[in-house]
């Protein structure tokens, strides 16, 4: 799968821009949403590759808005990938439960986002 459209959504402006900043050598558009309804819409909208998606969000949550996503034949197709502070097994299988394809912790290095993007 060739990405060339990623939706990230954080409501922590510093975290956006640290995603936004490790997605900057792959050369895909990056869109940005700051909560769950926002993400959501965004999808539906935009059509992204894949969407990178914090979980503890005012309103709707992470959670939520991937099982929106899910759920929603226009956007069940794109794979999303938590990227949270949550961190323990059961975080990561409660995400995989939702629709998630995976969980990246935070504090995190670019690397680990770009490889999780030569995985799908």
């Not at 914090?54 to 996503?69: E, F, K, Q, S």
Request: with cysteine; charged share 30%; glycine share 4%.
């Amino acid at each position: 799968m060739a990405i060339q459209k990623i939706l990230i959504c954080d409501d922590s402006q510093v975290d956006l821009m640290n995603l936004k900043n490790a997605l900057g050598a792959t050369q895909c558009t990056v869109i940005t949403a700051s909560d769950g309804e926002e993400a959501v819409k965004k999808a539906k909208a935009e059509q992204p590759d894949v969407i990178f998606l914090d979980i503890v969000m005012p309103g709707m949550d992470g959670y939520a808005a991937c099982r929106t996503l899910r759920d929603d034949p226009e956007t069940k197709h794109i794979p999303v990938i938590f990227v949270s502070s949550k961190h323990q097994k059961a975080d990561r299988v409660w995400a995989q439960m939702q629709g998630g394809k995976d969980l990246i912790s935070k504090p995190y290095e670019s690397r680990q986002i770009t490889d999780k993007l030569e995985m799908l």
